[in-house]
């Protein structure tokens, strides 16, 4: 069963249960405890996976058990996640990442589409307080944006306006979009936003979507929040520090 099951999964779920196998057997200070989990037991399940985990651990596994044969087994697609896509994105949470001088109208935007599609908007500011939007609108929080980390959501999107300058100097906002970019979130830079994209030295991809208008990147931000997290992203994601 634990062949079968790996062996069914997509590729990045597999590189997924290799990272969490090394990251726990990090953990195991007596090494012949990680060797035995490494050979007794993954060696059993999956030679690929095994190789995998021992080259990062610096355990070596010996020929013998190199050429050992496993079970032939028929893999299941319906034993990954990737078979069970969602149809819909209601309750899905969106961070809005909204500062003094955002643009009303593009946050209204926003949250008259997540209204439409049944998900779950917040509005995240600097301070627990609202802010004034660029025409003068008080603009209500529904959390700051230190408290609130992007962990937390599905996606983000960071509201246009006159405040770049604002923005860039953030170090919570531009922190929230690197950690949101390296678990492979789906982002939506509005208006002059678009610049952070380079600012914070990000590789853009089908899963930073720039544009001025939300109407134009919408239903492409749907489709991205449907698949969960933008997978050709992670190898990228390695390369940031958040």
């Not at 985990?53 to 996640?81: N, W, Y």
């Amino acid at each position: 069963q634990p062949r079968l099951f790996y062996r069914s999964q997509a590729p990045h779920e597999q590189k997924h249960i290799v990272d969490a196998y090394v990251f726990e057997l990090s953990k195991v200070e007596r090494k012949y405890i990680r060797e035995r989990e490494v050979l007794e037991v993954l060696c059993n399940i999956d030679l690929d996976l095994a190789q995998q985990v021992a080259d990062q651990l610096g355990i070596e596994i010996p020929a013998e058990k190199k050429a050992a044969t496993l079970p032939d087994v028929q893999i299941s697609p319906r034993l990954s996640f990737e078979a069970f896509k969602p149809e819909d994105i209601k309750a899905r949470k969106i961070a809005l990442l909204v500062h003094d001088k955002a643009n009303e109208a593009s946050i209204k935007a926003v949250q008259a589409w997540a209204e439409s599609e049944g998900a779950v908007v917040d509005v995240l500011t600097p301070k627990p307080g609202p802010v004034l939007g660029q025409q003068g609108e008080v603009i209500p929080s529904d959390g700051m944006q230190k408290a609130e980390p992007s962990i937390a959501y599905d996606a983000v999107v960071i509201a246009d306006g006159d405040n770049y300058d604002v923005v860039m100097k953030d170090g919570v906002a531009t922190h929230y979009l690197l950690e949101a970019y390296k678990h492979l979130k789906p982002i939506v830079f509005l208006g002059d936003k678009g610049k952070l994209i380079e600012h914070l030295r990000l590789v853009s991809d089908e899963g930073t979507l720039a544009n001025g208008q939300f109407a134009a990147v919408q239903d492409s931000f749907k489709t991205l929040i449907l698949n969960h997290r933008v997978w050709a992203r992670e190898a990228i994601a390695e390369a940031i520090p958040a």
